[in-house]
């Protein structure tokens, strides 16, 4: 018998932890030999084991690991409770990512800045938002790297995100797409508008989650006939608004001739994408 069977019959054992009476049902005969200990001839069968145990075995078992856990759901697509982006090729499970969240108080990206109190908020809290820009690196005035992302929740709004220290060494090289949570990051209001920006100084208060399942790339494309890369949530099929102005990226309407195509000053609607 391999020592993968020897393991599950192991684990079964242990899993059913107090689902089975403590104390068992009589030997069969011919089980104990002359001394009182269990004759051990050869192969003990586990079947006729697990069929009287069936009956234990309709809940929900504690996870063995969490790359076990991982590695059967990878790919599945979910929707996260907290954020709720719908998200893939998880490398945190939902399990562990609800004990990172635990006696903190979660703000949903869009939200942060109805919530704050001069430059900053109160409190430990966290946020989750999807990779949408990457910026260039940069060299900070005291010679340190860091680099400027944009974050985003797939909703046309997003907000600048430094990373700084380690934290920028850890994920730099990141693909847009990719989810993140943030913890007790620094907020700052821009000068002019109500838009504000985050940074981030530890590798600690920055946690990949996994992959977004609805992020494309704009396939439109300007007046000038360049292709547009903007990112999009392909499940809406919108773009952001805000981008998509600046590079006069437009759409017909729908009962509009095509001559009219360059006359339409209305923000884009993306109906073809690529992931």
Same mark, same amino acid.
């Given at each position: 018998?391999?020592?993968?069977? $020897?393991?599950?019959?192991?684990? *079964?054992? *242990? ?5 089975? *009476?403590?104390? +068992? ?6 089980? @104990?030999?002359?001394? =009182? ?26 996870e063995r690991s969490q ?17 709720? @982006? ?13 004990? $990172? ?8 990206? +869009? ?6 109190? =001069?430059?900053? @908020? ?40 430094? *990373? ?17 949570? @943030? ?9 002019? =508008?109500? =838009? ?8 600690? $208060? ?18 000038? %006939? ?21 590079? %006069?990226?437009?759409?017909?309407? +729908?009962?509009?001739?095509?001559t009219n195509l360059t006359?339409?000053?209305? +923000? ?8």
């Amino acid at each position: 018998m391999s020592n993968s069977n $020897h393991q599950d019959d192991l684990d *079964l054992l *242990l899993s059913l932890e107090d689902r089975v *009476l403590e104390t +068992p049902p009589a030997s069969p005969s011919g089980y @104990l030999s002359d001394d =009182g200990m269990p004759n051990r001839s050869g192969y003990v069968d586990m079947s006729v084991f697990r069929e009287a145990v069936q009956d234990c075995l309709d809940y929900n078992p504690k996870e063995r690991s969490q790359k076990s856990e991982l590695g059967k759901s990878s790919s599945n697509i979910e929707v996260d409770k907290f954020s709720g @982006l719908r998200i893939q090729n998880r490398v945190v499970s939902r399990l562990e990512l609800s004990n $990172h969240l635990s006696d903190i108080r979660f703000v949903r990206l +869009p939200t942060i800045k109805n919530l704050l109190k =001069g430059d900053t @908020l109160s409190g430990c809290w966290a946020t989750i938002g999807v990779l949408t820009e990457k910026g260039i690196p940069r060299t900070s005035s005291i010679g340190k790297a860091f680099t400027i992302w944009k974050m985003g929740c797939l909703d046309e709004a997003t907000v600048s995100l430094f *990373l700084f220290g380690d934290a920028y060494q850890k994920s730099c090289e990141e693909k847009i797409g990719t989810i993140f949570a @943030l913890f007790n990051s620094t907020v700052r209001k821009d000068n002019k =508008g109500s =838009g504000f920006s985050l940074s981030v100084y530890s590798a600690k $208060h920055i946690l990949k989650l996994g992959t977004s399942a609805d992020i494309g790339i704009c396939q439109g494309k300007g007046k000038d %006939g360049v292709a547009c890369t903007a990112v999009i949530n392909k499940n809406l099929r919108t773009g952001f608004r805000d981008y998509l102005k600046s590079e %006069g990226i437009y759409v017909v309407k +729908p009962t509009d001739d095509r001559t009219n195509l360059t006359k339409s000053n209305r +923000p884009v609607k993306v109906l073809s994408v690529k992931d």
